[in-house]
């Protein structure tokens, strides 16, 4: 499985912005997906993670109510809508998929395949 990570970018806080990442190899719509992220000097952490299907989801709590994620398996790939972003947001921004698992998992090491990381700058 190949994951290509999109979308990042230079925004003002408050504004918004769409992660995209496409998935190539493997079978998409049998496995579950997630986002991840790291700040400067910092470890990374989880975000966000989808089913395989789209219906059930789970956010880190720094950004429930401002983010959400979803799929589209026609395309094989999954989104990740920010809004209302904060400077502290700020990260390099990993998608993830969990090709032993279906349900959406917070934990990095359940990640079988990484892509490569969208900066994500939030200015003040």
């Known amino acids: 499985v190949q994951l290509q990570a999109s979308g990042g970018g230079l925004v003002q806080a408050g504004d918004s912005l769409r992660l995209s990442c496409a998935a190539s190899?493997?079978?998409?719509?049998?496995?579950?997906m997630g986002w991840f992220r790291q700040a400067p000097g910092k470890e990374r952490e989880f975000v966000a993670a989808?089913?395989?299907?789209?219906?059930?989801?789970n956010f880190a709590d720094s950004v429930k109510g401002r983010f959400t994620i979803s799929r589209d398996n026609a395309k094989n790939t999954v989104y990740l809508q920010m809004n209302s972003l904060k400077p502290e947001d700020t990260a390099v921004y990993y998608c993830?998929?969990?090709?032993?698992?279906?349900?959406?998992?917070?934990?990095?090491?359940?990640?079988?395949?990484w892509g490569q990381g969208t900066q994500v700058t939030v200015s003040s």
């Open positions: 993830a998929a969990d090709t032993y698992g279906v349900a959406p998992t917070n934990w990095e090491h359940d990640y079988d395949y």
């Open positions: 190899g493997g079978t998409f719509g049998s496995y579950a």
């Open positions: 989808i089913d395989w299907k789209g219906g059930s989801a």
